[in-house]
């Protein structure tokens, strides 16, 4: 077998780095929760294929030269279907890298993105948000809340991503909590996003670590992290698409039920890559069965389901040399050339300051090698070791002694171990061969079982493995760190850093405010490595430091506490300043953000009124401000300053605009009109709802030819027209109005304003020449007019001189044996109602 990589020395000139709030993924620690993984649905190889030097040289120029995307991790890779490659990142860092290499410290920081390539060049960057205000490709479902990308595939027109959903538990990158898995679809070929649809998994498992379409199934491969180990587990579908009925591989058969999905194999990356390559299948993965390992292997099977076979040791990455970690492995067999695996890894740092300091460290990096490998003759093997012991020490540690096959000094000894408890499938390698027959395996866990095999490594190969040797760790707890250290930095932030403990690999920090007067301590995060920074901190507040050893034997006793008192430089004015005007008066400002923990005070100013300077100004957490209630036609200028703890910074360089309004361009629409007494009730459905409007109006009786508009507008979409003369017809338009004039006007309607009819008019005949009537009330204030005439005389109606305001009258002075019609109207003294009905009486 042959490896070639990209050639790591590159990176050798630039100063080494740390890592942001990443998931350290081939960490052996309970809290580390599965992330999402890698394998695209593979399409046939096209073309030659892409060497692994290229492509790591193109995310290195990329990173450093576009100033979109500077670094990130997971690395999936899908074949589009008008031949782009999209490369999909979890953690990622955009905008411009230093002249000097170095990553600003105010880089916008996402928990999902993409690249597109197009033939041999990385083109753009995918991202939700606005590039003023980038945000996650895949939106986080809640506060506190965020996707991490699993692998994808193309169906049809559609882009189905398989993305894990994770909520934070502290501030160390150790602290999240898997929540489950979901669906997120995007339109090709624009990439449109069309929802997240959560599945109905549970969260033991993070499904989307590799996709593998094989005969007329799809398989999704998943990891459990359970304790300090991962699992890989797999689910399929019928056909091609994710959002039907799963199944899962309980180890004999199919199952439609989730909690019954049985664990395949051991010592998996959260991202590994699967491929079938002739008739067998190989899985690809970082060696995870060991903390902190530089290996990449493979293991192989004859169906999708396992039993795996290896580990198939491919590639040991240097960049662990150098003091960074190594994790996510992945495969892309669609750029892969002719009998090779192509493999990509991520890269990152204890501290968050290398990845600052050096922005190449946080990128992938890509490596190939040959398969299937070349298998020695097994006659031309070395012998294997005998008589293989392995005894318990106090420290935690087995003491390893075995007897060579054969005396040979070119011949020598492979180590390695299982820990049988933690319920690994497969024997891994651990440090270098060694000319020696004693070996001390440390970092073992307490009450743990563990196997070990020793193998003899010659020019010609490795041996088969020598007989198991048992035993059963005694681990005690650490003790308690030493050498505790708090530096307090400008930014709110402390740099702790403490000795290293034999046998330790995670520490837990505690915080508590003693200028506050707090009694117990918080705990801030789980960090691996010897150094921490705790950021976010209160200016001025001074603040006590512990720490917590994690080991095989459990937790230690806490350390001698450290003390640091924060400060925080106000921060420097915020750059990029622009203001564009909107077509609706208001202005969009926006600037350059300056991370986490900032807010921003946006001054304006009326030019045009001669205004100084505004003393309340608006106070926004993101980089961009909407200006609202502006004047038309006016000069304003802005000015913004950063705020964080410290205080307010200086102010920015100021700039100005021009608030300008269009009018509306579109008309209201179903204007409706209710008469009612002496007005009209108007509704209609606005084009901005909400907005202000003005009212027309015309006396179609009083024969008026032009819209007369209302003095006062009115907002929102329902006005009353008052003060109109009862029994004209009146004809009324509406138009959306701004400061830049009113709209189109609505399509007009019509309405008559009327007094009410009386009604239940009663006539009596009373005496000789008297008739009584009464009628009900047709509301408070009006008066009411009778009507009456002769009949028998045919006399014409004719009105009583006098209005009345009560319900009743008596009409007088009336002919006897004649009869008479009577009926009442309402009036206001200037215009009457209709007529009541007609009643008749006659007089006796």
């Known amino acids: 077998m042959t490896v070639a990589d990209s050639g790591p020395g590159r990176r050798g000139a630039r100063r080494q780095a740390r890592w942001p709030l990443v998931l350290y993924a081939i960490c052996l620690v309970a809290a580390l929760a599965a992330a999402l993984a890698a394998a695209v649905p593979r399409s046939p190889q096209q073309g030659g294929g892409i060497a692994a030097a290229r492509l790591t040289a193109l995310f290195d120029t990329y990173g450093d030269a576009s100033g979109q995307w500077s670094g990130a991790d997971r690395t999936a890779s899908v074949r589009l279907p008008d031949g782009r490659i999209l490369w999909l990142f979890s953690d990622t860092f955009l905008g ?109 498992i993070s499904w989307g670590s590799a996709l ?61 890559g699967v491929q079938r390559v002739g008739g067998r299948y190989v899985l690809v993965t970082h060696e995870n069965n060991l903390a902190l390992s530089a290996e990449l292997v493979a293991y192989s099977a004859a169906g999708p389901t396992g039993p795996f076979e290896g580990p198939d040791y491919l590639y040991r990455a240097p960049e662990n040399a150098a003091g960074h970690i190594v994790y996510d492995a992945d495969l892309h067999p669609e750029l892969a050339r002719p009998g090779k695996l192509l493999i990509s890894y991520n890269v990152n740092n204890f501290d968050d300051a290398v990845t600052y300091a050096d922005a190449a460290v946080y990128r992938p990096r890509f490596v190939e090698a040959d398969w299937p490998r070349r298998r020695p003759d097994r006659r031309d093997l070395p012998p294997a070791p005998e008589e293989l012991t392995a005894v318990a020490q106090g420290a935690g540690n087995a003491d390893l002694a075995w ?35 004693r070996w001390s395996a440390d970092f073992l866990v307490n009450g743990h079982e563990y196997e070990f095999q020793v193998t003899t490594v010659g020019q010609r190969g490795e041996s088969p493995p020598s007989p198991v040797a048992r035993m059963t760790a005694t681990v005690p707890p650490p003790p308690p760190p030493g050498g505790l250290r708090a530096v307090a930095g400008v930014a709110g932030d402390v740099a702790l850093s403490w000795d290293p403990l034999p046998f330790v690999q995670v520490f837990r920090v505690y915080r508590r405010d003693i200028t506050e007067g707090r009694p117990d301590a918080t705990l801030v995060g789980t960090y691996i490595g010897t150094s921490a920074t705790v950021r976010s901190l209160w200016h001025a507040r001074t603040y006590e430091f512990t720490l917590v050893a994690v ?101 920015s360089a100021p700039v100005r605009v021009r608030a300008r309004f269009t009018p509306p361009q579109v008309a209201p629409r179903d204007l409706r009109a209710k008469a009612g007494v002496g007005s009209v009730e108007l509704t209609w459905r606005s084009s901005v709802p909400g907005g202000w409007h003005r009212v027309y109006r015309r006396d179609l009786t009083a024969r008026e030819r032009e819209f007369t508009e209302e003095k006062v507008p009115v907002q929102g979409d329902r006005a009353t027209i008052a003060l109109l003369r009862n029994g004209h017809e009146y004809e009324f338009a509406v138009a959306a109005v701004n400061q830049a004039g009113p709209g189109p006007l609505s399509e007009p309607v019509r309405a008559t304003p009327q007094l009410p009819t009386p009604t239940g008019l009663v006539a009596t005949a009373a005496g000789s020449d008297e008739v009584r009537l009464s009628w009900q009330s047709a509301g408070p204030g009006f008066a009411y007019r009778v009507y009456l005439r002769d009949a028998t005389a045919g006399e014409a109606w004719r009105a009583d001189q006098n209005s009345v305001t009560e319900t009743q009258s008596t009409a007088v002075l009336l002919v006897e044996g004649h009869r008479y019609e009577f009926r009442v109207t309402t009036t206001d003294d200037t215009t009457e109602s209709q007529p009541s009905e007609t009643v008749a009486v006659t007089v006796r």
């Not at 094989?214 to 797999?234: I, L, N, Q, R, S």
């Not at 304006?604 to 036609?633: N, Y």
Request: net charge negative; aromatic share 6%.
């Open 551 to 651: 080991g095989g034997g459990g937790n230690s006793p806490p350390s001698a506490p450290a003390r640091a008192t924060a400060f925080v430089t106000p921060p420097a004015p915020p750059a990029g300043l622009t203001a564009v005007p909107l077509t609706d008066g208001n202005v969009r400002v926006t600037w350059k953000t300056l991370g986490s923990g900032i807010s921003y005070r946006v001054y304006r100013r009326d030019l045009t009124r001669k205004q100084t300077r505004l003393d309340m100004p608006s106070l926004d957490t993101q980089p961009e401000h909407l200006a609202l209630h502006l004047e038309h036609d006016h000069e304003h200028e802005f000015a913004v300053s950063a705020v964080n703890s410290g205080g307010e910074g200086a102010l």
């Open 212 to 272: 593998l379409r094989d005969g007329g199934h799809t398989y999704v491969y998943g990891t459990e992290a359970a304790g300090e180990a991962k699992f890989a587990h797999v689910a399929r579908i019928a056909g091609d698409d994710l959002s039907g009925a799963w199944e899962f591989w309980t180890g004999t058969t199919w199952v439609p039920q989730v909690a019954a999905s049985a664990r395949v194999l051991s010592g998996v990356g959260t991202a590994y």
């Open 96 to 204: 411009a890298v230093n002249a000097d290499g170095s990553r600003p410290r105010t880089a916008p920081f996402i928990h999902n993105s993409a690249v597109v390539q197009q033939g041999d060049e990385l083109r753009e960057t995918v991202h939700g948000g606005t590039a003023e205000v980038p945000a996650s490709l895949v939106p986080p479902p809640a506060a506190g809340q965020f996707y991490w990308i699993g692998d994808a595939q193309v169906v049809g027109e559609t882009l189905q991503v398989l993305v894990n959903r994770y909520r934070r538990t502290g501030a160390g990158p150790l602290d999240h909590v898997l929540m489950g898995t979901a669906l997120a679809t995007f339109t090709l070929p624009a990439l449109t996003p069309t929802g997240v649809r959560p599945l109905p998994l549970d969260d033991r």
């Open 403 to 437: 007897r060579a096959g054969r005396a040979d000094d070119e011949l020598r000894h492979q180590v390695h171990r299982r820990d049988v408890t933690a319920g690994q499938t497969h024997f891994v390698r651990l440090g270098e061969p060694t000319t020696a027959t």
